[in-house]
T-cell receptor
Framework: EDQVTQSPEALRLQEGESSSLNCSYT??????LFWYRQDPGKGPEFLFT???AGEEKEKERLKATLTKKESFLHITAPKPEDSATYLC??????????FGKGTRLHILP | KAGVTQTPRYLIKTRGQQVTLSCSPI?????VSWYQQTPGQGLQFLFE???????NKGNFPGRFSGRQFSNSRSEMNVSTLELGDSALYLC???????????????FGEGSRLTVL
């Protein structure tokens, strides 16, 4: 069964304290892995797409990496405005998109 | 460019009633997907429509249905509401089927349904 697991469920960091969020997946025929950010009361907002193992994407303080079994979202020197829930999703061979339950990130000033 | 618009934003129903939610995609987008989001299960895929045809369907009972109109607007309906249907229902659009060529889905702000 296609599955996406994110860890940790929640993470509290001090401003400037770098860390990584994990997304492990089992899927038949991976077509793409996606990262989204969701703020309270809002819909998810697209961050990155990764298509193959070894691929990396960067955007401001965020960097996403992909291996054959997992993806990491690295957050460097985070700021309070980076506080949000980060969602990982995969697109399987049947085109369905499966989301993980997310990591709630809280950056303390 | 207007984003994805969902109506209503909030609604309260009682068990056994039915509800219809509406989604207007970004202009020019022909694919609309629906998701249910709950604290316990996260985001779960309901169905996807492209050019008025259902392309894909998640593992939800037949009480959940949807349709897409010729102008790409979409509606989803839930009949015989149960307490467990309380959730945030999110709609997402893209220009091509699935996630298109970029992997990007554009989400609305959702319709929060409470079933009493």
């Amino acid at each position: 069964e296609d599955q996406v697991t994110q860890s940790p469920e929640a993470l509290r960091l001090q401003e400037g304290e770098s860390s990584s969020l994990n997304c492990s997946y089992t899927v038949s025929g991976l077509r793409g892995l996606f990262w989204y950010r969701q703020d309270p009361g809002k819909g998810p907002e697209f961050l990155f797409t990764l298509y193959s193992a070894g691929e990396e994407k960067e955007k401001e303080r965020l960097k996403a990496t992909l291996t054959k079994k997992e993806s990491f979202l690295h957050i460097t020197a985070p700021k309070p405005e980076d506080s949000a829930t980060y969602l990982c999703a995969v697109q399987a061979g049947d085109d369905k998109i499966i989301f993980g339950k997310g990591t709630r990130l809280h950056i303390l000033p | 460019k207007a984003g994805v618009t969902q109506t209503p934003r909030y609604l309260i129903k009682t068990r056994g009633q039915q509800v219809t939610l509406s989604c207007s995609p970004i202009s020019g987008h022909r694919s609309v997907s629906w998701y249910q989001q709950t604290p316990g299960q996260g985001l779960q895929f309901l169905f996807e429509y492209f050019s008025e045809t259902q392309r894909n369907k998640g593992n939800f009972p037949g009480r959940f249905s949807g349709r897409q109109f010729s102008n790409s607007r979409s509606e989803m309906n839930v009949s015989t509401l149960e307490l467990g249907d309380s959730a945030l229902y999110l709609c997402a659009s893209s220009s091509l089927p699935g996630t298109g060529s970029t992997g990007e889905l554009f989400f609305g702000e959702g319709s929060r349904l409470t079933v009493l």
